[in-house]
Every structure is written in C-alpha cells, then in structure tokens.
C-alpha cells in the first residue's frame, strides 16, 4: 500500500482526498491546493484504493490543465493516466457523442463548428430567412443561441419564453441555425453538452453505461459551471455518486458564459448527503499578496466567507505605479520584467502581465517589440486561427464529412482552380432547389446527365474539385494520417500555393507545426486519428496555446488566467471603467463579478505582484482620464509601496547577454505578433512583421523619466524615446501643455 503520497498533503487536504464515499464538496480559497486536492485523489483512489483507472472521471477547466494534472499523475501513479477519462467538459462530451451520437441522429463523423463557422452559418441563415444583419447583429443573435443552449432551451423551449420581437427573430434563426447544423453534419460547442444531456435523457440504456462505468467522479473549477454542465455531473454521478467537486465561489467570473455559482450552493441542496471540506492553507502566495486579496474581496456582499492564511513570508510589498498613460504604463512593465530578468532572479517566463479586455495587449506588445523583450500572447494570435491552418483543416474536416458546407466553401476554390463566386452561388442554389447538400450537388454534377446550368468551363472546374477530394476520401481510409497530410498538402496544390505567399516561410512552419500535432494520432488506425485529430484541433482553447517551458513574459486576460500561477504577476489598467469594466459601474452583481475578478487575479501571484493604472488612457478612440480602481482603495496602505523594487542584484554583463541572446533565438522562431502590426505613429521598428533588434535602450541622451527643459513648452518629463529613421521620437509630458511628441534632433531640449 502506497499512502506516503499523502504526506505532501495538509490535514484537511488529506480527508478531502480520503472521503472516497459519496458526494463531497470542496469549498476553498485560492492557492489553497484544490486542484492538488483531486489530482492526489485520482492517485490515492487508484495507488491505495485499488480503482481501475477505467472507472476515473475528472473534469478540468482546460484542456492544458488536463495536460499538467495528467503529467502529475505520470509521476504519481505510473501508467494510469490513459485509461482515466480527463479533460473539460467540451473533450469528454466530444468523446461520448462520438461514440454514441447515432442514437440520437448524430453521424460519427460529425465536426465541431468554432465561432468562425458559426458566424458564417449564422450569416448565410439571416440571407435565407430574411433577417437583416444590421438590424439584428449575428453576434448579439449568437450570444443569444448560445445563452438558450446553455440553459438546456430547445428553440421551442425558447420560443414558450420569448417576450421580445428581438427574441422572436432569434427563435427563428436558432430553429434555421439548427437545421443547417444538421445538414453540415456538424455541432456546435454548447451543441456538445446539451446534446450529451439530451442523449442521456432519451437513452436511458447509455446513460446507465456510463453511470455504471464512472465510479469516482472530480469535477474542478466547479463554481464556473453553467447549467448544463450542472446537469451532466448529476446524470453521471447518478448511480455511484461518488462525486466531488471543488470550487470557490470568489473566483467566480464566467457568469457571462452562463456559469452559475449558485450550482455550488444547489450542489448542498441536491445532495444532502454530501459531506463538506474547506481548505484554509494557502501555499502559492506571500502573506502580503494573500492580506491584499482578503482586503479587495471583503467588500462583496454576496459570498460566505472563506478563511485564508498562508505560513509562507510576508514577502515584498505590492507595488502601487501610475503611469502617465498606457504606453507609460507598458514601457514601467516591460522594462520592470527586463530588469528583473536581467537580475538573475526570475526568469523572462516566471512573469505574467494581466489585463481585463483584449484590446489591451496591443500596447503592451508594442512595448515588448520596441524593448526586443520576448512575451507570449495567450489570445489574439490564436494558431488554429491562422488561415494556412484553418484551409489545410477545413480539407481534413471536408475529407471526414462531405456533408461539411462551410468547409468545403473555405477551399473549394483556395488554391484557385477556376470556380468563380457566381458560379459557386449558382451550384447552392441548384443544390437547394432539390435539397442536397453542397457536397452531394457536386456528386451529382459530377456523375449524373442532371447538370447545373453553368457553363461547360464551371462545371470541368467543380469536376476537377470534387475528383479530388473523392480521391482523397478514398485516400484517407488506407493511409496513415501524416501520409493523408502529405497527400493533401501535395494534391490540393496547396503547398505549393503557399510558397508563392508573402510570409511563405512563417505559414509553412505553422503547417509544420499543425503536422506535429498530427504525428501524435498517427499510429491509430485511419478513421479513428482522423476523428481524433479533428477533434483536438476543435478543443483547443487560448490558454492551451500557451506553451510553459518557452521563455517570454506571459500576456493573458484575467479570465484566462483562471487556475494558473506566476512568481511575478502585474496586473495593468487597475482604473474604474477598466477594472472595474465600465459595463460593470451601473449593476452591483456586474460590480461583485468584477471584483472577483481582480482577486482571482491577485491571487494569480507568487511572489510579487505590481498592479498598474495610467492617468490618461485612450479607450475607443478618445482619451480618457480615469480614476483609480475603487478596488485599489482596498487596500491596506501599509502593504503597499509606491515605488519599484530597488535592484534586486547588479546587472551582471552575462544577465544582459542572455536576453540578448534570447531575443535574436526568438527572431528565428515564427514570433507571436507576426499578425498584429502595431497601429499607432508610435509604431516600433517592425520589420516583415519581426521585431528588429533595436539600440535598446533606446535614446542616447534622455530615457523615461527624465526631467528635462524645452525652450518654448517650459519643464516636462520624457515618457518615452522610440528610434525612428536617423532620429529618435520623444513623448514629453509638460507641465503647461501636456503631451508632446518631439524630435530629438529638432526639438532643442536639455536635461533639467
Ligand atoms: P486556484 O483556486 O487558483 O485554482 P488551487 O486551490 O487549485 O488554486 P493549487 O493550484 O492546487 O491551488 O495549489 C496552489 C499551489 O500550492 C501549487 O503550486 C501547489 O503545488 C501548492 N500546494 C498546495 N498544497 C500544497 C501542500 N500541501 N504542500 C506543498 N505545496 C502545496
Ligand atoms: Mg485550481
């Protein structure tokens, strides 16, 4: 009997990994070992208890968090992990429709629509039922869809609660929406939980399977799950219930996604029997970074305490900075994390930069680029975004299921092979006219004396098209999966269309890239790795992008920071009308939200933690000034520095050297922000998309934060130095006239 894995655990940790007997809730703080908590759990259950890894279910908020808790497990509990069923809610559904969907009319070889198709259907339902886009935006009407699913809401179930004209349109393309699905043979992501509800619901015989087969089940991250998730964990758990799920209701913050916390609390209702745990012990933070946490959370109104404390240091003090605007502010990070690197005492990847929206990556990666600083952009670039993958995909997704219109439009003429628009819309309309799907038109065009009346030219092109892919269908049940690549690749013409782009190189080592993903299905047999392969590119999520042993700073949005830890964390924008978000300052849950928010984010750090905010910010295309976050007010001064940390240890040449280094490897390397081509005049040095090594840092005479005089605009303080073409660009910020963007060798300024 193996139970010295439980030594690495506390106390209460240990009985949370022991009660193996019914339903158990785990209620606790940030840092305070949940996911540690289920990952010794699965490994006690099957090291000491003797489960069959077979009969394991746990439910992880990401696919990368499947990722680290199974190489945890690797270590744990040897050669268990592939028999455990491990993944987010999205895999595991994936998984059971594919084997079992045919019960409910899903064909195996069904795809997942991302958000990029759906848009599309969306677009092309509206044209054939008449809704005008500019009246009713696809993206409100897909949030809407989207909203009804994760309720379990049918368009008819929808249609019994509708009030609104705006709720009536959305009926309609919700019922048209779903009819188009179906003909593409394709579901969407809220498709994969409400469909595996509905299977279990109309097929008692395979919920039973599986109700028999999952005998433990973990779920983590529970308080963000919605509905439907909510109802899976009680179908599976419904014959063993033995299920726990851990979760915290502070770090609640994907009520916009329809997650609900209050299935932590309908949990207790439901099972009445569970038996509940708290973990008090925080292990990730210092004491100061957790008393921050505790100061900005205690102002929620709706939440049950939860007790926190750590044993670990008080450690540094929160760095409170303001910067003059949001380019000061990125350049304070920027050259912060340099700094530090260069220090010796964290490495460029130990750190993270958070913000609230998106939109708020551009300047900060502007910054990384000017300073030659490596970072890594968690959203945005998104590979499986790329067009280079999305075309070679959409010819594997095609290949797997003809029935796949949107698909088959994104390459049925990329390479070019003569299929003009207009002919394209003349074959769906022949295709509608007698209710075939794109796929079987071209068959029928191809095969059958019933031709399209297109010109003799169209029809050879779409002969040519659909000959192809027939070979390939035939193709793909005899070849390996990297042999199907090839063959693709090779008889599409793509490869060699892609050699005559601009970036040919970048797109070719992102194909590459897409290969090796390949690689990993190819010793299953053909049909099987295609599905599997298909299916994980559908999974993939921002943060599983996010590759952990390359260097970089790491730029992610609060949200997607969710579970994870850094040493160094700096939290930028902390402004009322940022965070808080301004769509928050009108509604008091919206506010609660965006609190939890900044504490999840807070208590994303290890060891230091800056938490940033400028003065005057351009939001949306005009400047703004803001005030502080109200959640900065609640924060105990004394935990609190205004200033940056003194050195941590001398610049050492070699600390330098090895960015240096660094930097020039990460040029080779396809970099990140090769689609984001700053946009401002301030632009950094880009070239081909790639940052140039720059004469960092970069003004020969002033640098940020230097007081300097100007004959005309009087005293003001440098703000930033850019090198432009045989010159430098200064922003000064004046006393009497604010903002100035000079040129050095005109602009007679002098230190003072
Ligand atoms: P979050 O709420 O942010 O998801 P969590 O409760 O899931 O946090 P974990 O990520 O499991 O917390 O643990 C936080 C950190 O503390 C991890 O680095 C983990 O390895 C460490 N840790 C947890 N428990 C212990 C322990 N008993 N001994 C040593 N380290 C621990
Ligand atoms: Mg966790």
């Not at 240091?313 to 605007?325: M, Q």
């Not at 392969?533 to 996010?546: G, H, Q, Y």
């Not at 105990?636 to 240890?649: E, V």
């Amino acid at each position: 009997m193996n139970t010295e894995l439980l030594n690495a655990l506390n106390p209460d940790q240990r009985k949370a990994v022991e009660s193996i007997d019914g339903p158990v809730l785990i209620v606790a703080g940030p840092g305070s070992g949940k996911t540690r908590v289920i990952t010794y759990r699965i490994a006690y259950l099957i090291n000491v208890v003797g489960i069959r890894p077979y009969h394991i279910l746990a439910v992880t908020f990401t696919n990368k968090a499947a990722r680290e808790m199974k190489e945890r497990l690797e270590k744990l509990a040897p050669g268990s992990i592939k028999d455990i069923t491990m993944g987010t809610f999205h895999s595991i559904c994936a998984g059971i429709l594919r084997r079992e969907g045919e019960a409910i009319g899903i064909n195996r070889d069904f795809v997942i629509f991302d958000a990029d198709d759906q848009e599309k259907l969306l677009k092309r339902a509206a044209e054939e039922i008449g809704v005008d886009p500019k009246k009713f935006p696809l993206k409100k009407i897909a949030s809407a869809i989207s909203h009804a699913k994760s309720q379990l809401q049918t368009p008819e179930r929808f249609r019994d609660k509708s009030h609104s004209y705006f709720d009536e349109i959305v009926v309609r393309m919700y019922e048209h929406y779903e009819k188009m699905l179906r003909a593409n043979n394709a579901v969407d992501f809220d498709d994969l939980l409400l469909k595996t509800v509905f299977l279990f619901q109309r097929q008692p015989s395979v919920l039973k399977r599986y109700q028999e087969r999952y005998v433990h089940i973990m779920v983590d991250e529970f308080q963000d799950t919605n509905l439907v998730q909510y109802e899976l964990v009680k179908q599976l758990s419904g014959h063993h219930r033995n299920i726990a799920v851990v979760g915290d209701p502070d770090q609640s913050i994907y009520s916009w996604r329809a997650a609900d916390l209050r299935n932590v609390f309908n949990f207790e209702r439901d099972f009445p029997d569970r038996s509940v745990h708290y973990l008090e012990q925080n292990y990730r933070s210092t004491d100061t970074i957790l008393q921050v946490a505790s100061g900005i959370i205690a102002d929620n109104r709706e939440r049950k305490e939860i007790k926190l404390w750590t044993q670990n240091e008080p450690g540094d003090k929160v760095c409170l900075i303001e910067a003059y605007n949001e380019q000061e502010e990125a350049q304070i990070v920027v050259r912060e994390a340099e700094r530090m690197s260069a220090s010796g005492k964290y490495r460029l990847a130990d750190m993270a930069v958070l913000y609230r929206t998106n939109a708020q990556s551009r300047v900060l990666e502007e910054s990384f680029i000017h300073y030659g600083v490596p970072y890594k952009l968690v959203a945005g670039t998104r590979f499986y975004e790329r067009r280079e993958v999305k075309d070679l995909v959409a010819y594997f997704r095609l290949i797997h299921n003809p029935a796949d219109s949107v698909s088959l439009m994104r390459i049925i003429n990329v390479p070019t092979r003569g299929i003009g628009d207009k002919s394209i819309v003349d074959m769906q309309a022949w295709a509608r006219q007698r209710d075939l799907t794109l796929w079987q038109a071209l068959e029928a065009a191809s095969s059958s004396d019933d031709k399209p009346p297109l010109t003799s030219r169209a029809l050879a092109a779409f002969d040519h098209f659909y000959r192809l892919i027939q070979t390939l269908i035939e193709d793909s049940r005899q070849l390996s999966l990297l042999q199907l690549f090839g063959e693709i690749l090779e008889r599409s013409g793509y490869q060699l269309y892609l050699k005559t782009q601009p970036d040919a190189e970048e797109r070719l080592e992102n194909i590459a890239e897409l290969r090796t993903v390949a690689e990993q299905f190819n010793n299953l047999p053909s049909g099987d790795a295609l599905s599997f392969f298909l299916e994980s590119v559908s999974l993939v999520s921002d943060v599983d992008n996010l590759k952990e042993n390359e260097g970089g700073v790491t730029l992610i949005t609060l949200h997607q920071a969710k579970g994870l830890e850094f040493p160094v964390v700096f939290i930028v924008g902390m402004e009322e009308s940022v965070l808080p978000h301004f769509r928050s300052l009108e509604d008091p849950s919206q506010m609660e939200e965006e609190r939890r928010l900044c504490y999840v984010g807070v208590t994303r750090a290890r060891q230091r933690l800056y938490l940033l905010r400028a003065f005057r910010r351009s939001m949306m295309g005009s400047s703004k000034v803001n005030e502080p976050s109200r959640f900065l007010g609640a924060i105990r001064s004394d935990l609190t520095t205004g200033s940056l940390p003194k050195a941590d240890a001398p610049k050492t040449q070699t600390g330098v050297k090895k960015i240096y280094e660094y930097s020039t490897r990460q040029a080779q390397t396809p970099p990140r922000m090769e689609t984001r081509r700053p946009a401002t005049s301030m632009a950094p040095v880009v070239s081909a998309g790639r940052p140039v090594k720059s004469d960092r840092p970069v003004a020969p005479l002033f640098k940020t934060g230097d007081q300097v005089s100007h004959p005309i605009f009087g005293d003001g303080v440098v703000i930033s130095t850019m090198p432009v073409k045989n010159d430098h660009e200064i922003v000064v910020s004046f006393k009497t006239v604010g903002l100035k963007k000079l040129l050095l060798s005109f602009a007679k300024l002098t230190k003072g």
